[in-house]
């Protein structure tokens, strides 16, 4: 048996099977969490002695553009002392924040970033959410699904604008 | 009493020494740093959502645009994820050039660090020095693959092609002079007290903070956390060839110089076995709905000429699945995650870039240090924005 087995079993022992859902694909164990004990079992994974994931290797957003649950967001975790990594998943509904883990892992800090950025997910307590690779005025988020990929409007010429001007113009308006 | 008053100063995106388009915004007390804030995505192109839009084989040359100094490592990061999803068993040989390959884009990619970490620091010899070696190889890559820098060679299930006939020679040429080339930049560097003071100590990272963060490659191994890809899970035989991963104590700039240096003189260990034994045989799995026959079956084999059109135009179809793909690329841990939903395009991939993770230690590292030594800092992590951007 091998030891991301093990941390699966010791995982549904804790926790019991309501929480914790195991799947498998290509040879991987991937463990699927209620979201509302999500936060508490990551924690756990990242802390017991016996699971001792160190490392946030990634954690990413995937859009499945369904009705129910659609986003989730995947934890691939690594555990450098016994070497082994494991992918945990959450599913979300549109409109669902998610307890951020950036005081488990700093990695998470710049990822939930992205997560933010590209699905437009937004995570309680997170210390610092903004965009991170996209302008902080683009509109939209570009990993959905329903979001075309040449963007919505690319003839449209980029006029930039100063704060100043803009708030000159609104003044003119009103006057 | 004067009145204490913080400067904030813009540092990017266009500064020679932040090695790409990266702004840092740096909060100054005096001389020394408070705060600094990294603002990235100037190089964004949505490489995550152009995939999704491309076949498989199409993507391919996506990941020859992450970093640029490595297109071969980071096709083989994506030929591994996707042959996870389909199952695929490699031909030893292939294998075998594929690591040969990866290890000289790594002593390439080194040299390039060194050079230009060299020269940010003010000494300049050292950076003509490297990127003579650099062109060897380069010269290596162009023979073998046809470009220096956007190869595309490592395809799903094995090789574009296989390597030339003169291909052992010239890597054997290379791997002959350049010990005493590394030892050049040794005399350079290693002992000058100028560099020394200017590396030793300065931006430290301990090991817990490095783990936390993500980091990988040589900025965790010199912080002394021994965890190398290619150790910890082995991927195309790599668990066949005797090398050994350099780590360091202190986790400051000069340890991650050290390491470096180290990791170049083991990738030509690497590099030296690989073609010592390089068996023979096909460079292709044989599998004859993802990979493309050859070109001299497809102008006398009506069949063939099918079966490659097909694959071009269409594509071919993984199963409904998941697959996470890592090599251990010059930056630190590179990996694919790619999800299939049955369909010849993927429908979700993610790259893990070591270089994104990395760049986000550096105002750890850097708080409370002189901001002379931002410089440094940054030139040490060595960053490419094309795969923090994506």
């Known amino acids: ?175 | 009493m004067a009145e204490t008053r913080f400067m904030t100063i813009n540092m990017g995106p266009q500064h020679p020494a932040t090695h790409g388009v990266l702004r840092m915004l740096v909060e100054l007390d005096g001389e020394v740093i408070k705060k600094s804030t990294p603002y990235i995505g100037y190089l964004h192109r949505g490489v995550e959502k152009l995939a999704e839009a491309r076949t498989y084989l199409q993507a391919l040359t996506l990941s020859d645009r992450l970093d640029y100094t490595n297109g071969l490592s980071n096709n083989l990061a994506y030929c591994l994820a996707c042959e996870k999803l389909l199952g695929l068993e490699i031909p030893k040989r292939a294998q075998c050039l594929r690591v040969v390959l990866c290890e000289l884009q790594r002593i390439a990619a080194h040299l390039l660090w060194v050079a230009t970490h060299a020269l940010d620091l003010g000494a300049m010899t050292v950076l003509f020095y490297a990127f003579r070696e650099r062109e060897t190889i380069l010269t290596i890559v162009e023979h073998v693959t046809g470009a220096r820098l956007t190869p595309s060679y490592i395809r799903i299930g094995g090789l574009a092609k296989d390597v030339p006939p003169d291909f052992k020679s010239m890597v054997q040429a290379f791997v002959d002079e350049f010990p005493g080339k590394i030892d050049e930049y040794e005399t350079l560097l290693t002992k000058n007290v100028i560099w020394r003071r200017r590396t030793q100590g300065i931006a430290q990272l301990s090991a817990p903070d490095a783990i936390s963060y993500g980091v990988t490659g040589p900025v965790l191994r010199a912080s002394g956390v021994n965890y190398d890809v290619r150790k910890a899970y082995p991927y195309s035989s790599y668990d066949e060839f005797d090398f050994i991963v350099p780590l360091g104590t202190n986790g400051d700039v000069y340890d991650r110089y050290l390491v470096r240096l180290q990791e170049m003189r083991q990738s030509l260990r690497i590099v030296e076995q690989g073609i010592a034994k390089l068996p023979d045989g096909p460079v292709n799995a044989h599998v004859l709905d993802v990979v493309p026959p050859d070109k001299d079956e497809v102008q006398h084999d009506m069949a063939a000429l099918i079966r490659h059109f097909k694959i071009m135009e269409e594509g071919f179809k993984p199963p409904v699945g998941e697959a996470y793909g890592a090599v251990e690329a010059p930056k630190g841990e590179l990996g694919f995650y790619l999800i299939s939903d049955g369909s010849s395009k993927p429908f979700r991939m993610r790259i893990r870039a070591p270089s994104f993770l990395n760049l986000a230690s550096i105002p750890k590292m850097i708080e409370g240090q002189m901001v002379a030594d931002v410089v440094a800092a940054i030139g040490s992590v060595d960053i490419v924005l094309g795969e923090i951007d994506r």
């Open chain 1, 1 to 175: 048996m091998t030891g991301t087995q093990t941390v699966v079993q010791r995982l549904v022992a804790t926790f019991g099977e309501g929480p914790v859902t195991v799947s498998e694909s290509n040879g991987a164990p991937h463990v699927t969490l209620d979201p509302r004990r999500a936060r508490e079992i990551l924690d756990f994974l990242r802390n017991d002695p016996e699971c001792a994931f160190e490392m946030l290797t990634d954690l990413f957003g995937v859009d499945y553009n369904t009705k129910k649950d659609r986003f989730e967001l995947v934890y691939l975790l690594n555990s450098l002392s016994k070497n082994m990594r494991l992918a945990v998943k959450v599913r979300l509904n549109e409109g669902e924040v998610f307890p951020t883990v950036s005081d488990i892992w700093l990695a998470a800090d710049w990822f939930e970033r992205e997560i933010f950025d590209m699905f437009g997910i937004r995570f309680l307590n997170h210390p610092d959410l903004r965009r991170i690779l996209l302008d902080d005025d683009f509109e939209g988020h570009p990993l959905r699904k329903d979001f075309p990929t040449e963007g919505y409007d690319f003839d449209r010429p980029l006029v930039v604008q100063l704060e100043e001007e803009r708030e000159g113009e609104q003044e003119g308006e009103k006057g």
